[in-house]
């Protein structure tokens, strides 16, 4: 069992940055691979990027590709979303989730555990 949660979101202005954490419980967090998804009000939730285990291959949408970069730390089993160059459209509640088996990253279907998310809100 994981429990994940998010924080760091805020409201900051277009072109700024805002790091996010998702912090996990349990001994097994290195076994997880983790993503990080987004859903705006009226949208559907929307995949952002995720990291493997050990942290050495990393995905990203090409919508955030270039600005944001996910790293982790799993001595403190925390992993974490820098977020640069922000966006008005990038507003939305992120999710960070995790998977131990090897499905689909971008598929939300695949991960076994979500946070309750945090709010990240860029004003323009």
């Known amino acids: 069992q994981v429990q994940l949660v998010e924080s760091g979101g805020g409201l900051v202005q277009a072109g700024g940055s805002l790091r996010l954490s998702c912090a996990a419980s349990?001994?097994?967090?290195?076994?997880?691979?983790v993503g990080w998804f987004r859903q705006a009000p009226g949208k559907e939730r929307e995949f952002v990027t995720a990291?493997?285990?050990?942290?050495?291959?990393?995905t990203y949408a090409d919508s955030v590709k270039g600005r944001f970069t996910i790293s982790r730390d799993n001595a403190k089993n925390t992993v974490f979303l820098q977020m640069n160059s922000l966006k008005p459209e990038d507003t939305a509640v992120y999710h960070c989730?995790?998977?131990?088996?090897?499905?689909?990253?971008?598929?939300?279907?695949?991960?076994?555990?979500w946070g309750q998310g945090t709010q990240v809100t860029v004003s323009s």
């Open positions: 989730a995790a998977q131990q088996s090897s499905s689909t990253w971008f598929l939300p279907m695949s991960y076994d555990y």
């Open positions: 349990g001994r097994t967090f290195s076994s997880y691979a």
């Open positions: 990291i493997s285990t050990n942290g050495g291959r990393t």
